[in-house]
C-alpha cells in the first residue's frame, strides 16, 4: 500500500484501465479464436460436398438433355421414313440421302453440343453404309452391340459404360473414351430394327469439373466403375483410386469422410452415376484446409495484437489526458500563489476535477476584482465621458425646422409639409429612440436623406443629394449619428456664403478592413489658417471650446472623438477644404458586420 499511495495519479488511472479492459480481452479473445478456426474448418468442408453434390446433378441434368435430344432424333419424321423406305433406284437413294438425310446428320452433330460421334445401325439392306450409317449385320456376333440391342429393345435406351471409340465402316474411331447412349429408333419395322448410336466424351459431361465451386482447392475426378479415372485434374491425387481401402469407401459411405495412409491424408467423397456406371468423386488434402486456418490464425494474432497495443495506448491517452487537467490546475494555483490573479483554468465539463477548476476561477477572479478596482473604475469613467460626448449632438435644427414647417403649414396648404413632417419625426424618433452603439449603414443613410429632405424646404428645393454607396456596404455596420452630423457640417456651415445651386455628395469604399464615408460638398469652403486649426484639434482626439460651439460644427468634433475613444487613434475624421471650391470630410472606421 505504501507503493502504490507513492505511484503518480496518470499511472493509477493507467493501471487501473489495464487491470480492467486487457483481461476480459484476452479471455474473450481465446474464445473466439477456437471458435473461429473450428467454424472456418466446417465451412470449407460443407462446400467442398456442395460443389460436389452440385457436379453431379449437373451431370445427371446433362444425361437427361442427351436423352430428350435422342427422342427427338427418333421421333424425326424424315429419319424415319428414310429408314422405313426399300430403294430399289440408286438415283433416288442418293438424292435422298444428299438432299434431306446428310444435312440433317451435320444440322444434328453442329446445334448440340453435348454429344458427339452419331451413328444409326440398321437392318434396311437397301441402305448402304455411310458415315452415319452402318448395317446390324456386321455387329450381331459382337458382345457390346449385342448387350446394347437387347437392351435397347427391351428399355428403349441403354447407355454403354466408359469404353475406347470404336472403328464403323466409314467412320473411324479416335481411341478416345466415351460413353454411349443407344436408343431403340425402330422396332418390329418389316425392313427390320433401327439402332441410334449417340456417343458423348467425358469432357463433354464432366467439363465443368475443373472450373467448379472449389476446384482450385480440391481436386474432382470422373471415373467408371472400376475406378479408372476417366475425367479430372492430374495433381498426383489419381494415384489414390488405386488403393482399394480408399476407394472402398468411396463406394460404400456416400458422404464425405477422411482418409489417411501413409503420405496421403485427405477429405474424400464419391458420388455414383447409375445410368452410365460412374463416379464422381472428390479430394480435398487436409494441407488446403490448414493453410487458410494457418493464414487466419496469422490474422487474428495479428488483429489482436494490434487491438491490445491500442487499448493500451488509448488507456495510456486517457490517463495522460485526466493527468493533465489536474497538473493544469496545480500550477494555477501556484501561479496565484505568485501573484497572478487573472489565470483562468479551462472548465470543459461538470465532473469533480471541472468543479474544482470552476471554483478556482471564482477565486482568482474576486482577488482580481477587489485589487483592480481602481483600474475599472477608471474605465467606467472613460465609458461615461464617452456616452456623454455621444450625448452632446444638439438638435436645435430640429426645432428651427419645426418652426418654419408650423409657418409654412399656416401659409400654404401644401405636400411638402407633410412629407416635411414625416422626415421630421423619423429623426425625432431616431434621436430619442436609437439605444444600439452600432447600427446599419442603411439605417444611417436613410436618416441622412430624412435630414436633407428638411433642408430642401428650408432651401426652397435647392439643395441636390447624390450617394455613391455600394450594395454590399449597406448592411456594415457603423457607429449611430456617424453620417448624418457630417452632412449637417456641409449645410450649416459651408453653404452659409452660396446661393443656391447646392449639392452634397456621399461615397462609400472598403479595402483592407477599413471603411471609409466620404462627403463632399460644392459650398464656399474655408481658407487655409480655418483648415489647419480644425486638423489640429481633429489629431488632438479631443475638440476643444471653440469645437464645441454650434456654430463651429460641434458634428465634426464629437464624431472624430467618439471613433477614437471606440476603435483607437488610427480611426477618425480627416478634414479638407479650399476657398472657394468646397469642403471634403472623410471619416475611417473598421469594418463591422
Given at each position: 500500500?505504501?507503493?502504490?499511495r507513492n505511484?503518480?495519479?496518470?499511472n493509477k ?10 483481461v ?5 479473445g481465446?474464445y473466439?479464436?477456437?471458435n473461429?478456426?473450428q467454424?472456418?474448418e466446417?465451412s ?7 460443389s460436389?453434390r452440385q457436379?453431379?446433378r ?5 444425361l ?5 435430344i435422342?427422342?427427338q432424333?427418333?421421333n424425326n419424321t ?10 430399289l433406284?440408286e438415283s433416288?437413294?442418293?438424292d ?8 440433317l446428320?451435320?444440322w444434328?452433330?453442329s446445334?448440340?453440343?453435348l454429344i458427339g460421334r452419331?451413328?444409326?445401325f440398321t437392318?434396311?439392306?437397301?441402305l ?6 452402318d448395317?446390324t449385320?456386321?455387329?450381331d456376333?459382337?458382345?457390346?452391340f ?13 447407355w ?7 472403328d464403323y465402316?466409314y467412320?473411324r474411331?479416335?481411341?478416345a473414351f ?6 431403340s429408333f425402330m ?5 427390320g ?5 449417340i456417343?458423348?466424351s467425358?469432357s463433354q459431361?464432366?467439363?465443368s469439373?475443373e472450373a467448379g465451386?472449389?476446384?482450385q482447392?480440391a481436386a474432382?475426378?470422373?471415373?467408371d466403375?472400376?475406378w479408372?479415372?476417366?475425367y ?5 491425387h ?11 469407401r ?6 464425405l469422410?477422411?482418409?489417411s495412409?501413409?503420405?496421403a491424408d485427405v477429405?474424400?467423397l464419391g458420388?455414383?452415376?447409375?445410368r452410365i456406371d ?6 480435398m488434402?487436409?494441407p ?5 486456418l494457418?493464414?487466419n ?20 491517452l486517457?490517463?495522460?489526458m485526466?493527468s493533465?487537467?489536474?497538473?493544469k490546475?496545480?500550477?494555477a494555483?501556484?501561479k496565484i500563489?505568485?501573484?497572478d ?6 472548465v470543459?465539463?461538470r ?7 470552476r471554483?478556482i476561477?471564482?477565486m482568482?477572479a474576486k482577488?482580481?476584482d477587489?485589487?483592480?478596482?481602481v483600474?475599472?473604475t477608471?474605465i467606467?469613467?472613460?465609458e ?5 460626448l455621444q450625448?452632446?449632438i444638439n438638435?436645435h435644427f430640429?426645432?428651427n425646422?419645426l418652426?418654419?414647417l408650423?409657418?409654412?403649414?399656416e401659409i400654404?396648404?401644401?405636400e ?5 413632417l414625416?422626415s421630421?419625426g ?13 447600427v446599419?449603414?442603411?439605417?444611417e443613410l436613410e436618416i ?7 433642408q430642401?424646404?428650408i432651401l426652397?428645393r435647392?439643395?441636390?443629394f447624390e450617394r455613391?454607396?455600394?450594395k454590399e456596404?449597406?448592411?456594415?455596420k ?5 453620417l448624418?452630423?457630417?452632412?449637417e457640417?456641409?449645410?450649416i456651415?459651408g453653404?452659409r456664403?452660396?446661393?443656391?445651386g447646392?449639392?452634397i455628395?456621399?461615397a462609400t ?13 460644392n459650398?464656399s469652403?474655408?481658407?487655409?489658417e480655418k483648415?489647419?486649426?480644425v486638423?489640429r484639434q ?6 476643444d471650446?471653440?469645437l ?5 460644427g460641434?458634428?465634426?468634433?464629437n464624431?472624430n472623438?467618439?471613433l477614437?475613444?471606440?476603435y483607437?487613434?488610427a ?7 479650399r476657398k472657394?471650391?468646397g469642403?471634403v470630410v ?8
Open positions: 500500500m505504501h507503493f502504490w505511484v503518480s495519479y496518470r488511472l493507467f493501471l487501473s484501465y489495464i487491470a480492467i479492459i486487457l476480459p480481452t484476452f479471455v474473450a481465446g473466439i479464436y477456437r473461429t478456426v467454424s472456418l466446417r470449407l468442408l460443407q462446400s467442398f460436398s456442395q460436389l457436379e453431379h449437373r451431370v445427371e441434368l446433362v437427361d438433355e442427351i436423352e430428350r435422342a427422342s432424333i427418333s424424315t429419319l424415319s421414313r428414310f429408314f422405313r423406305s426399300r430403294y433406284e433416288d437413294l442418293i435422298t440421302f444428299n438432299n434431306r438425310i446428310y444435312p446428320f451435320s444434328l452433330t446445334t448440340n453440343s452419331v451413328m444409326f437392318a434396311n439392306e437397301t448402304p453404309d455411310s458415315m452415319f450409317i448395317s449385320s456386321l455387329y456376333e459382337q458382345p457390346w449385342s448387350t446394347a440391342r437387347d437392351a435397347a429393345s427391351r428399355d428403349l435406351l441403354y454403354e459404360p466408359l469404353h475406347t471409340q470404336r465402316s467412320n474411331g479416335s481411341g466415351v460413353y454411349s447412349l443407344f436408343f422396332i418390329g419395322d418389316s425392313l430394327n433401327t439402332y441410334l448410336e456417343e458423348v467425358p459431361l464432366f467439363g469439373l465451386p472449389g476446384s482447392s474432382f475426378f470422373a471415373t466403375a472400376r479408372n479415372v476417366a479430372g485434374a492430374r495433381g498426383g489419381e494415384g489414390l483410386f488405386a488403393d482399394p481401402d480408399f476407394t472402398g468411396l463406394a460404400e459411405s456416400g458422404d469422410f477422411r482418409y495412409s501413409g503420405a477429405y474424400g458420388l455414383y452415376i447409375d460412374a463416379y464422381v468423386a472428390g479430394l488434402p487436409r488446403l484446409i490448414r493453410e487458410p494457418a493464414r490464425r496469422m490474422v487474428f494474432l495479428v488483429l489482436f495484437t494490434v487491438s491490445i497495443v491500442t487499448i493500451y495506448g488509448l488507456s495510456y486517457i490517463a495522460n485526466l493533465k487537467r489536474v497538473k490546475i496545480v500550477g494555483v501556484r500563489q505568485g501573484g490573479f487573472q489565470i483562468q483554468v479551462e470543459g465539463g465532473d469533480e476535477i471541472n468543479e474544482l477548476a471554483d476561477n471564482i482568482s482577488i482580481n477587489l485589487i483592480n478596482t483600474y475599472r477608471e467606467a469613467q472613460k461615461a465621458a464617452l456616452n456623454a450625448s452632446q438638435p430640429i426645432f425646422t418652426e418654419t408650423k409657418m409654412m403649414a400654404k396648404d401644401e411638402e409639409i407633410s412629407e416635411g414625416t421630421l423619423n429623426l425625432i424618433r431616431y434621436h430619442t429612440s436609437v439605444a444600439k452603439e452600432t446599419p449603414v442603411q439605417l441622412v436623406e430624412d435630414y436633407l429632405n428638411l430642401k424646404l426652397n435647392q439643395l441636390r455613391d454607396v455600394a456596404h449597406l448592411e456594415l457603423l457607429p449611430n449619428l456617424i448624418q452630423p457630417l452632412v457640417n456641409s449645410v456651415h453653404f456664403d452660396k446661393r443656391g447646392y449639392c455628395r456621399l469604399r472598403q479595402a483592407n478592413g477599413v471603411l471609409h464615408c466620404v462627403v463632399r460638398d459650398g469652403g474655408v481658407d487655409r483648415v489647419a486649426a486638423r481633429l489629431d488632438a482626439g479631443a475638440p471650446a471653440s464645441r460651439r454650434p456654430s463651429a460641434i458634428g465634426l468634433a464624431v472623438t467618439r477614437r475613444l471606440g483607437g487613434p480611426y477618425g475624421v480627416r478634414f479638407a477644404s472657394g471650391f469642403t472623410a471619416v475611417k472606421l473598421p469594418v463591422l458586420r
